[in-house]
């Protein structure tokens, strides 16, 4: 097996002349510039972030991070999970191997019956149903987010429960894999908004109701940040 590197000049190191779509939206240095930074960080950056760290007008670092998307060099999500509100896209560059998970075709037909336009609270609606099925599954837990991690992981989202102090408003989760992630490039509030949904209707199957679960994708370096209550908000098993 043989590989070679391609550069933004349009020659690989062979020499041979290179002209795919994803290196032709690589022509100009500043999308090189802006997916090198992506890359770089880990973490997902709006378009503000991006214009502020290379210096380029925002309406002009919004058009090429709309053409690195397109050409699936990078992803976009937004940070609300579902929640009310339309925060700004965030965008992270696309991993290079997808994990794969058992639930992707799965996932996929759920998408396909939600509507075109379904937002991100449709698609929890969906998620939140889900979730309350998929809990049944794994062994009951005294703390809520046990119950979450393990739903998570047996979707394959390799979710790690981050350390907190006592008094924390919440725990961290980070997933640090997404095997939908080709899926969030085409319908990014639906996805975000079904693996929040499906988040709180694992919380309500363990007696949290109404919880503020909050899925904030491209949160934290090559990971994604679910925000649970406390297991002290618990309000009673059913």
């Known amino acids: 097996m043989t590989s070679r590197t391609v550069e ?3 020659k690989a190191t062979s020499g041979e002349t290179v002209d795919t779509p994803q290196h032709r939206t690589l ?9 090198r930074l992506l890359r770089d960080t880990g973490a997902g950056m709006t378009a503000a972030d991006v214009a502020a760290r290379t210096g380029q007008h925002l309406s002009t670092t919004r ?6 998307a397109g050409a699936g060099l990078l992803v976009k999500a937004r940070a ?19 994990a794969p998970a058992a639930y992707r075709v799965l996932v996929a037909a759920l998408l396909e019956h939600l509507p075109s336009d379904a937002d991100g609270r449709t698609a929890g609606r969906v998620g939140r149903d889900w ?13 809520p987010v046990e119950a979450v991690t393990a739903v998570l992981g047996g979707l394959g989202l390799s ?14 989760v980070h997933l640090r894999t997404c095997p939908f ?34 899925l904030e994708p491209f949160g934290a370096p090559h990971a994604c940040v ?10 009673g098993r059913r």
Do not use: K
Request: overall charge positive; charged content about 20%.
């Open 8 to 10: 933004p000049s349009g």
């Open 27 to 35: 022509g100009p240095a500043s999308r090189v510039s802006i997916l």
């Open 63 to 68: 058009a090429h991070l709309e053409r690195l």
């Open 80 to 98: 609300n999970g579902g929640q009310p509100g339309r925060p700004a896209w965030r965008y992270r560059a696309t991993a290079t191997d997808p």
């Open 131 to 143: 979730g309350l099925r998929l809990a049944a599954s794994v062994p009951p837990q005294d703390d």
């Open 159 to 172: 979710p790690h429960r981050q350390p907190s102090g006592p008094g924390a408003a919440s725990v961290e």
């Open 181 to 214: 992630l080709e899926l969030v490039g085409q319908r990014p509030d639906a996805v975000c908004g079904l693996h929040a949904g499906l988040v709180r209707g694992v919380l309500e199957s363990r007696g949290v109701r109404d919880a503020e679960a909050v």
């Open 226 to 235: 679910v925000r649970l209550p406390p297991p002290r908000h618990r309000a």
